[in-house]
């Protein structure tokens, strides 16, 4: 049977039964399908669909609550999948799908592509509409393996590079989990590295795009492993959360970025630096007194450091969010929402969180000069940071036509390889030295 075909006898259900299951529920469905398909030589696959938006000023204005999108889009997605087949949603914007006892591996990818094509059309609400860009990442058992961490893994990795890939879906190949292989056990060793004070900041510079000068930079943490080579950022990252390290890497990287900037300041340059905040360094409740203790020992002004939060993270705890935004306002640093645009705020949190600044995804960013989709989200949150006296900045800017069009339509900052690579702290600071003057 298809992967896409319900089988006889009545409509497909997403799950087999009237109630959709739980994230707990598809996980637990998942280890006992992995264990059948590995007893019966039996194959499976694991998609995970990221929901992301495109009408971005229509879901700031009278968009739905991220949950009820989602409840749209699992209704939707149930009736081109089989009774066998099960999903649940995993967060705001993503879903998992299981699809068991598959005959062949290709049944995966046409089943993307029929969860994709059911998806084109805009998600109709009370309110209006839910124009959505939704990418698919597939592992499939036994090519990926039959461990369900792993296969979420491989999924997730296959994930972010369809949401690169004009098709939409992408299934994980050999090189792209070489990531995962490469990152087994180094908790320990990030643990270590902290400790040692082995990891290292890069700097990706800013600029006013009204007169060209720097004004600021975003601080990227770096790792450079013994045997596995360079380690990004967001791998990184999702070790230290997975750990428990978060809070230590987070008060290592903010001491090292204010550490530089002290240094700069003794020599009369004052850049504005950025620090992004995890998901879960927004719940430690002595986050505010942290960042106010360590301005103080580097005897910084507050308006040195913008925490940048990512939009989801934000949202997902509006009321611990508020309070948290507000005592980190109380110290006096900059507050922006990374990645704007991806997720699913409201005039109503932008109005009440104490933020200063927007910065626009990448990913519309990059697309803004050939699609019109892009170009009017881009437009629109430059012009939904002004009405709110906010700085509009862009991130991922790649090319001189995109940052001619940002500065005309208004933008404030720009970051991105035409504006500058990524660099170290000492080629940061001569660059900046070079240009300020």
Known sequence: ???????????????????????????????????????????????????????????????????????????????????????????????????????????????????????????????????????????????????????????????????????????????????????????????????????????????????GKPVAAEAIVRWRHGAAGDIPAETIVGIAERTGLIGSLTFWALNAVLRHAAAMHRENLSPRFSVNLSTRTLTDVELPTVVDQALKTWGLPSNTVTLEITESSMIADAERSMAMLTRLKGVGVGLSIDDFGTGYSSLAYLRKFPLDELKIDKVFVAGMLSDKGDLQVVRSVIDLAHNFELRAVAEGVEDARTLEELKRMGCDVAQGFHVAAAMGEKAFRDWWAARIG
Not at 3 to 8: C, H, I, K, L, R
Not at 67 to 83: G, I
Not at 160 to 170: K, L, M, Q, S, V
């Open 1 to 211: 049977m298809s992967a896409n075909t319900p089988p006889s006898g009545g409509p497909a259900t997403l799950s087999g039964r009237t109630e959709e299951p739980t994230r707990e529920e598809l996980l637990r469905f998942l280890d006992r399908e992995t264990a059948i398909a590995r007893a019966t030589d039996g194959r499976l696959a694991v998609l995970v669909l990221e929901l992301r938006r495109v009408d971005r000023l229509q879901a700031l204005l009278k968009g739905p609550a991220a949950s009820t999108t989602m409840e749209l889009v699992l209704d939707r997605v149930r009736k081109v999948l089989r009774s066998d087949d099960r999903a649940a949603a995993i967060n705001d914007d993503e879903v998992c799908l299981v699809l068991p006892r598959l005959a062949h591996p290709t049944q995966a990818t046409l089943a993307a592509v029929k969860v994709l094509r059911t998806l084109d059309r805009p998600i109709a609400h009370e309110g209006g509409s839910a124009v959505l860009r939704p990418c698919v990442g597939i592992a499939t058992v036994p090519e990926h393996g039959y461990d369900p961490a792993e296969l979420l893994m491989a999924a997730d990795v296959a994930r972010r590079i369809a949401a690169t890939r004009e098709e939409g879906y992408h299934v994980v190949q050999a090189e792209d989990t070489i990531e995962s292989e490469v990152y087994r056990g180094l908790d320990l060793d990030l643990e270590r590295a902290i400790r040692a004070n082995e990891l290292h900041i890069a700097y990706l510079p800013q600029i006013d795009l009204r007169t």
